[in-house]
């Protein structure tokens, strides 16, 4: 079984300013790690995820994300925030090629609010 | 690649009517994915689809929801007698096996 913790359901940063958006998870087998962006009534976007390769892994927008295992992390970074970064922001699980269902698990989700 | 479409993007309807919904998933995607998000929350997992074989319910969706998916294309996805509690955003979801999943615009219901 798989979940998501996102820790902050809302972070506010001024413009220009480091973006970290914390998510952990659990997961009995190797997991797939994603984030989505979601607008106001849309869809979800993805903006990275990590598969088992490098740990670092680089997502639009200059977004980036590390796999921890040992602490069971996957936060997300951005050096510097604009506006256009407001959204909130979906952390989200799957069993990877541990499992037969790639369905995802989702955290609560963290609004992003970007001040001038 | 024209996206995951969903149609219709947003609906309101009376408490005890039927409504359909429907998922065009992008082009040569085998997997399709039925989630709801409601207010405040992440997504959550409804069903999904191998081509035209639906291999997994949540128990999330109760006897009154269904969802099809013929001749392993579009789907969709119909509630019965809805009640308030229905009301949500309804994401549809396409990969090609394992691979990421794309997401429609989803379709917000609104039960009164």
């Known amino acids: 079984a798989q979940s998501v913790t996102q820790l902050g359901s809302h972070v506010s940063v001024s413009e220009g300013a480091l973006v970290l958006l914390r998510c952990n998870y659990s997961?009995?087998?190797?997991?797939?790690l994603f984030w989505y962006v979601q607008y106001p009534n849309q869809g979800l976007q993805l903006l990275l995820k990590?598969?088992?390769?490098?740990?670092l892994v680089k997502g639009i927008n200059g977004f980036e994300a590390e796999f921890k295992k040992s602490e069971t992390s996957f936060h997300l970074t951005k050096p510097s925030a604009h506006m256009s970064d407001a959204a909130e922001y979906f952390c989200?699980?799957?069993?990877?090629?541990?499992?037969?269902?790639?369905?995802?698990?989702f955290g609560k989700g963290t609004l992003l609010t970007v001040n001038p | 690649d024209t996206g995951v479409s969903q149609d219709p993007r947003h609906k309101i309807t009376k408490r005890g009517q039927n409504v359909t919904f429907r998922c065009d998933p992008i082009?040569?995607?085998?997997?399709l994915y039925w989630y709801r998000q409601t207010l405040g929350q992440g997504p959550e997992f409804l069903t999904y689809?191998?081509?035209?074989?639906?291999?997994?319910k949540s128990r999330l969706l109760s006897d009154r929801f269904s969802a099809e998916r013929p001749k392993g294309s579009f789907s969709t996805l119909e509630i019965q007698r809805t009640e308030q509690g229905d009301s949500a955003m309804y994401l549809c979801?396409?990969?090609?096996?394992?691979?990421?999943?794309?997401f429609g615009p989803g379709t917000r219901l609104t039960v009164l």
């Open positions: 979801a396409s990969s090609l096996s394992s691979d990421t999943q794309y």
């Open positions: 997961s009995s087998v190797p997991p797939y």
């Open positions: 990590y598969t088992s390769a490098a740990t």
């Open positions: 989200a699980v799957n069993p990877g090629d541990g499992g037969s269902n790639y369905k995802l698990t």
């Open positions: 082009s040569e995607h085998n997997r």
């Open positions: 689809f191998q081509n035209e074989a639906q291999l997994e």
